[in-house]
Each structure stands twice: as C-alpha cells, then as structure tokens.
C-alpha cells in the first residue's frame, strides 16, 4: 500500500469513528427524549388560566415537539449509518486494492 492510500484509509478510519461517535450521541439524545414529556405538566395550570383551549395547545405543542425531535434523531441516525457503510465500502475496496501490491 502506497503512502498516500495509507494516508487515505487512515483518513476514512478516522471518519467511521466520528461517525460512530454522532451516532452514541444520537443514541443518548434518544434516551433523554423521554424528559421532553415533562412539560406537558404544564397544561394543568394552562387549564386554569386559559381553560381546556389552552391546555390542549399545551399538549398538542409539547406533542409535536417530541415527535418532530424523535423524527430527526432516527433520520440522521439512518444517515450515519449509511455514511458509515460507505466509509467502510470505500475502506474494503482500498484494502482489496492494497492486496496484490503485497503480494509482489
């Protein structure tokens, strides 16, 4: 293996745990997301203040704030990880091309 795909597969190792490494964080984003319920609690007093009108816009924008954050996390989730499948392509097909100057 040449100097510079060395340099390269070094490179695209080091991207695969980057990316590894956004995806835990995903992975605990995950986690945490059940805390993002907790304001719903807010709706009780917005039902004495504003009434049950307010305390449903309450909920329904505590809901869609969850939701939306919980469609987020799974989609980037889904591209890391095809990220990482094509780092680790591209990774193979060096060390497949890498293999019969070893050979010589």
Do not use: C, H, N
Not at 9 to 33: C, H, I, N, S
Not at 38 to 67: C, K
Request: charged content about 30%; cysteine-free; overall charge positive.
């Amino acid at each position: 293996m040449d100097e510079a795909a060395s340099e390269q597969r070094t490179r695209l190792v080091a991207e695969v745990k980057r990316l590894r490494g956004l995806r835990a964080d995903l992975d605990r984003e995950w986690r945490q997301l059940r805390w993002s319920v907790i304001p719903t609690l807010l709706a009780i007093p917005a039902f004495f203040v504003w009434g049950p009108i307010g305390s449903s816009l309450v909920i329904l924008a505590v809901a869609s704030i969850v939701v939306t954050a919980a469609y987020l996390i799974l989609v980037r989730r889904k591209e890391y990880e095809g990220d990482i499948r094509i780092v680790q392509r591209e990774i193979a097909i060096l060390d497949r091309d890498a293999e019969p100057t070893l050979s010589r």
